[in-house]
Structure formats: C-alpha cells, structure tokens
C-alpha cells in the first residue's frame, strides 16, 4: 500500500519529508536485522521513533510488541499511520513524550534508539525539526538520559542497540554503562556524509578535536564515522 502523501497537500508532504530515514535509519535497521532472534517475540521499544519505519522493520521481523515514544506529535501520527498500513497497528502504541517518561516503570526486551546526538545547539536544518539532530554543545544532551535510564527498563536478558555518533565520546559511553553494571560492542560502523549546513552549526572545539580522527574532511566533503552499538548487563551477553 502506498503511503498516503496527498499530492495536493503540500504542507502535509512536507511533514512527511522532514520524518524521511536517515543513513543513521538505514545502519540502525540494518543491525538489528541481523539480530532477528533477539527481535522475534519480543516487546520492543523505540526512543525518538520518527517517522515509525525503524518498528515497522521491527514488527517485519516478529517482535511481539512494538512501543515507540517521540517528542513530536507529527511524529506519533506518522508513526501510527505508517504501522497501521503494514499491519502492525494492533501490537503498536506510540506515545508523545520526553524519553523515558511515557514508559515509567516498564521494562522491554530490545530498546532501541537513533538520538538526536549531533553536537550542535537546536537549529532548524535541512528541512528537519530542530528537535531531529541537536544534541547540545557535546552532544550527548539526549544520549546521556538514555543511557542513565536504560537499566531500569531492560528486562532480565534484555539488550539496546543504538546509533552512534564516534564522534561524541565513545569513552565516555563506555564508562558509563560499565558504572551501571553494563558492556557495548560495536556492531557495525559506517562513515555517513555531513552537509555543509551541519557541520557549519558542529560546536567548534568537537570539530578542532576530532577532525581527522573520526571526522574527515575532503575539500568541500566531510563524513562523519557512526558506530551502531550493542548494549546489555554484564554478564548477559548471548
Ligand atoms: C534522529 S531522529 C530518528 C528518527 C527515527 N528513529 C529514524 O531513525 O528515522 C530523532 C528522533 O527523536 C525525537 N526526539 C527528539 N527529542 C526527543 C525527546 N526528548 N524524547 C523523545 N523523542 C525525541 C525527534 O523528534 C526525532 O523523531
């Protein structure tokens, strides 16, 4: 079935457009269709579900539930339209909310997440809400709650597979799940492009640092390396 972008609408495609995937999408549900036994049967949840296509990819690969949380209305509505067409709507619940807060006290399977963790301050970019990328002056405004909150919604043998940005402190992820009892391995690591218009707004001493290192800059082109990480307890590792 085709997705209903009223031609005629242009303010309803545009919309739509500013939820398009992303290469961060694309890693992101290419990494966890290789973990499709981790997927099938479980009760997922998605952290900043945009358009809803990473539980519908989810859903595809037999998750029993499918729990998103975004913090944009039109997300939640796009979101809830995308699963209904692909026949997910009777296991899905997406909700409008901050993080974990529309899930307070419940615990998932498989908790995933694209975070917005560009280090830049909110700013309207290339067509997408400021709220898509900005992850404050570091980066890791968002990536920082996610993972304080992660344990206590990862049920027994449960596991995380998030986007990474190397670029915002894989050390200080490390650390920080290693100090709430958990590990990450890198699952898959890609370089994506960043347009003039993003790397223009980067916080300046995140550039000076890491230019060369895990950002690399050709002439007018400049990419950015993104790991996708696995995350679980000490100790549960399947
Ligand atoms: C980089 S986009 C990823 C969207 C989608 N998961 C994907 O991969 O295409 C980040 C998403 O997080 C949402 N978001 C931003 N701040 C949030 C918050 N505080 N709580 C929940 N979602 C948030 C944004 O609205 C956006 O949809």
């Given at each position: 079935?085709?997705?209903?972008?009223?031609?005629?609408?242009?303010?309803?495609?545009?919309?739509?457009?500013?939820?398009?995937?992303?290469?961060?999408?694309?890693?992101?549900?290419?990494?966890?269709?290789?973990?499709?036994?981790?997927?099938?049967?479980?009760?997922?949840?998605?952290?900043?579900?945009?358009?809803?296509?990473?539980?519908?990819?989810?859903?595809?690969?037999?998750?029993?539930?499918?729990?998103?949380?975004?913090?944009?209305?039109?997300?939640?509505?796009?979101?809830?339209?995308?699963?209904?067409?692909?026949?997910?709507?009777?296991?899905?619940?997406?909700?409008?909310?901050?993080?974990w807060l529309p899930v307070a006290g419940r615990r998932f399977d498989l908790i995933v997440a694209n975070l917005p963790h560009f280090p830049m301050e909110r700013h309207e970019v290339l067509g997408r809400r400021p709220t898509w990328s900005a992850g404050g002056n570091n980066g890791r405004a968002l990536l920082d709650r996610f993972l304080e909150g992660l344990d206590a919604h990862l049920l027994q043998g449960g596991c995380a597979v998030v986007t990474h940005n190397a670029f915002v402190g894989m050390d200080r992820t490390r650390e920080m799940l290693r100090a709430r009892g958990m590990t990450m391995a890198v699952v898959q690591s890609i370089l994506v492009g960043i347009p003039d218009e993003k790397m223009g707004r980067m916080t300046p001493s995140v550039l000076a640092a890491e230019l060369g290192r895990t950002l690399h800059r050709f002439g007018p082109y400049c990419f950015g390396e993104v790991n996708v990480l696995e995350i679980a307890r000490i100790g549960a590792r399947g």
């Amino acid at each position: 079935m085709a997705h209903p972008v009223p031609a005629s609408d242009p303010a309803e495609a545009l919309r739509l457009a500013a939820l398009r995937p992303s290469e961060y999408t694309a890693a992101l549900i290419h990494a966890l269709q290789a973990r499709a036994d981790r997927v099938r049967g479980g009760a997922v949840l998605e952290i900043g579900s945009g358009s809803g296509v990473v539980l519908a990819a989810l859903g595809a690969l037999g998750a029993a539930s499918l729990c998103g949380i975004d913090i944009e209305e039109d997300a939640v509505d796009a979101g809830m339209l995308l699963l209904a067409e692909l026949g997910h709507g009777a296991v899905s619940e997406l909700h409008q909310g901050d993080m974990w807060l529309p899930v307070a006290g419940r615990r998932f399977d498989l908790i995933v997440a694209n975070l917005p963790h560009f280090p830049m301050e909110r700013h309207e970019v290339l067509g997408r809400r400021p709220t898509w990328s900005a992850g404050g002056n570091n980066g890791r405004a968002l990536l920082d709650r996610f993972l304080e909150g992660l344990d206590a919604h990862l049920l027994q043998g449960g596991c995380a597979v998030v986007t990474h940005n190397a670029f915002v402190g894989m050390d200080r992820t490390r650390e920080m799940l290693r100090a709430r009892g958990m590990t990450m391995a890198v699952v898959q690591s890609i370089l994506v492009g960043i347009p003039d218009e993003k790397m223009g707004r980067m916080t300046p001493s995140v550039l000076a640092a890491e230019l060369g290192r895990t950002l690399h800059r050709f002439g007018p082109y400049c990419f950015g390396e993104v790991n996708v990480l696995e995350i679980a307890r000490i100790g549960a590792r399947g």
